[in-house]
């Protein structure tokens, strides 16, 4: 279960995110099926949390987040126009039981055989809590996804810093990635017109 401060910080997220975006936030958990979708302020994200949860010992984090990445892509292969990119921050408490480097692989190739934008999903992996375990464990997924180099960037990762969790905290995080993935599109641009 999350703690009060991290429940606030997306209640607080929402209330941030009414104000930019018609489409607020959508809250999911990973070890449960209860969710929220566009939530615009911080009274409906209460609400989802008030829900009955009965969380589940271990999280299906590769079950869950392919899941949600197929979802998506089912939308994109479906809709026209292309659905809003997606951004996913997923906080992370425990070391998963597998690995998600198959699953993150897995949409990676998805997303350049269908020539989507660079900035079109992105996962942002935070880790709450400061268990060294989930620490390694994440650096460890970020090393084996950049060792080969083909992979598209579109996962960034945010080990703990020992301080609690904002929502200014999530939205920089979130804007930091965006930018960069947008520079790193131009790039590609620019080398595919002169090339």
Known sequence: MLSPQACQSISQLADLAGEYDEDGIDVYFLNHKVWGAELKDSTSVEQVFSSPLTFHMMTPF?????????????DMQK????????NVIILMKCVP?????TVIRRCAKDLDEGYCPLTQIGLHFVQIGNREETKRYLQALDDDLNKRGDLRDFVDITPSTGDELTAEGMLKILLAS????????????RASRSG
Do not use: H, T
Not at 97 to 101: E, F, H, M, T
Not at 178 to 187: D, F, Y
């Open 178 to 189: 965006v930018k960069r993935r947008l520079e790193k599109q131009k790039m590609n641009d």
């Open 62 to 74: 590769g079950r869950r987040i392919l899941e949600l990445l197929d979802n998506y892509m089912n």
């Open 97 to 101: 039981s597998k690995s998600l480097a």
């Open 79 to 86: 809709s026209w126009p292309q659905p809003k990119p997606l």
